[in-house]
């Protein structure tokens, strides 16, 4: 059974950095691509970040872009956070795909076959 689990979350001021890791197991590939979720109370999960394993593509929400980066190393993925803001604070999710799908590379929802239990980041002013 395919399981990612997160991990690297908590508590940052405005202005710091946070690094999330994901690990994926139970797979017998490498995904094709892998991305960041998240979830902000009474708001729709929205992508984040999304890297594909065949070229190394990345695609970056606006809300992020020059302070988020995204990696992948085989079955894991990360999400480098520098300059965080409150707007940031919301339940990450990590996500793959399966080995053979196709994707873009960019962090849609509907891309994604497999889910994280999701971590939670907080960031205070």
């Known amino acids: 059974q395919v399981q990612l689990v997160e991990s690297g979350g908590g508590s940052v001021q405005a202005g710091g950095s946070l690094r999330l890791s994901c690990a994926m197991s139970g797979n017998t590939h490498s995904p094709n691509c892998m991305g960041w979720f998240r979830q902000a109370p009474g708001k729709e999960r929205e992508g984040v970040a999304g890297i594909r394993a065949t070229d190394g593509r990345t695609d970056y929400a606006d809300s992020v872009k020059g302070r988020f980066t995204v990696s992948q190393d085989n079955a894991k993925v990360y999400l480098q956070m520098n300059a965080v803001k409150p707007e940031d604070t919301a339940t990450y999710y990590c996500?793959?795909?399966?080995?053979?799908?196709?994707?873009?590379?960019?962090?849609?929802?509907?891309?994604?076959?497999?889910w994280g239990q999701g971590i939670q980041v907080t960031v205070s002013s």
């Open positions: 996500a793959a795909t399966a080995w053979d799908a196709y994707c873009s590379g960019s962090p849609h929802v509907y891309e994604y076959n497999y």
